[in-house]
């Protein structure tokens, strides 16, 4: 049976969900990210791309390419809400979807031709989405991953694709060898050494070439440039981890500004889960030190999302890990081992005004934002 995949990819995703809540935005250059010099562009508009910024990009150098851009420091719990929503309609949808990030899908709609047609129902999934979210989507629709997802570049901004059965070649042919997913700087830059930019070269080859040169990811390039991809499409799954980090702006071994970010951060993980109504068993502090060395360690606990209980354990972490007194360039927390479920109350270790300031502090995030309140503990 002729596979159909559809690849899908929300536009300047960050952008347009700023742009939905501020109509100013809408036709300016927008660079999404922090606003030291050591941060990097989250996200950044069309209009930016134009004076040569894109994602990864260090702000500093995207500021002065492009000075006359808005800076605005973004909201992920905004994004991860537009994302979800977008989620749930497809799911709603498609047999079988993957979730590749927070702004891309992959759909398996194999079969659906027989009652739909898999181009008119992908470009009825795309008005909905667009109807009900105001967000900006293009897609891809191939026989495979590869194809959909290159297919979709082709298509931005806010356009459709179709590579129909038997032309995937003739498609990829012209385009750079950039275009082909894994193919990242390093290897961009072994095969223009080998005079090869166009895909089309890459199809003459022998793969026992591109094998000697790159290994076994000469053999996948080789494959992904003659359209053969067939890995499938994997049903989306709930996360099994939650993370976060911060690097300093300038490298510090001072520890109560090193205390102040560790419990900060794991007072947002746990409202995370709460919200989500999540509990962890497992908890993983790491440090990176201005030499780049960078060390971890963690600990399993009984299952809980309780800030208290989880600040505990991280400072318990950050006392045993941090040992070499040297300066600290980023410090981080994940939160692993998760399962649904509420926390327990110990009756014994648990006092009622902790657990009342926890369900309140909730209610405030939930209402006004993940920033909008702080324990005292951690200004």
């Known amino acids: 049976m002729e596979r159909h995949i559809v690849h899908c990819d929300l536009d300047t995703f960050f952008v347009s969900v700023e742009r939905l809540q501020n109509k ?15 941060a990097v562009v989250s996200s950044c508009s069309y209009e930016a791309r ?9 702000m500093r150098l995207a500021r002065q390419l492009c000075p006359e851009a808005v800076l605005v420091r973004g909201d992920y719990d905004r994004y991860s809400y537009y994302s979800n929503m977008v989620t749930e309609i497809i799911s709603e949808k498609a047999p079988i979807v993957e979730k590749a990030s927070i702004d891309e899908h992959y759909l398996d709609i194999t079969g659906m031709d027989k009652y739909f047609g898999c181009w008119k129902w992908t470009q009825e999934l795309r008005q909905r989405i667009i109807k009900e979210t105001n967000l900006p989507i293009s897609f891809g629709l191939s026989v495979n991953k590869t194809v959909s997802k290159i297919a979709t570049g082709t298509a931005k901004p806010s356009g459709e694709y179709q590579v129909s059965l038997g032309s995937e070649k003739i ?9 082909i997913p894994m193919v990242g700087t390093k290897t961009f830059i072994q095969l223009r050494n080998m005079g090869i930019s166009k895909i089309e070269t890459l199809q003459q080859m022998q793969v026992s070439v591109l094998e000697k040169v790159l290994g076994t990811n000469g053999v996948v390039i080789w494959k992904k440039a003659n359209g053969l991809d067939d890995n499938p499409v994997v049903p989306y799954s709930e996360r099994k981890s939650i993370s976060k980090e911060h690097t ?35 908890i993983t502090l790491k440090i990176r030190y201005s030499n780049f060395e960078t060390f971890t360690k963690q600990i399993r606990i009984p299952y809980t999302n309780s800030e208290q209980e989880l600040s505990k354990k991280a400072m318990d972490l950050f006392t045993k890990l941090f040992s070499r007194r040297m300066l600290i360039r980023m410090i981080g927390i994940k939160f692993s081992e998760l399962r649904t479920g509420c926390y327990q109350i110990d009756l014994f270790n648990d006092g009622m005004n902790d657990i009342n300031l926890s369900a309140a502090m909730d209610k405030i995030r939930m209402r006004f934002g993940l920033t909008s309140v702080k324990r005292a503990v951690v200004l």
Do not use: W, Y
């Open 24 to 38: 100013a935005l809408v036709g300016k250059p927008v660079l999404i990210g922090g606003t030291s010099d050591r």
């Open 50 to 58: 134009k004076f040569g910024v894109h994602s990864a990009m260090p």
């Open 171 to 179: 498609f990829l042919a012209p385009l750079s060898i950039r275009k």
């Open 248 to 282: 300093f702006e300038n490298d510090t071994i001072d520890m109560a500004v090193l205390k102040k970010h560790i419990l900060s951060m794991v007072d947002q993980l746990s409202h995370e889960l709460r919200k989500d109504i999540k509990l962890t068993a497992c």
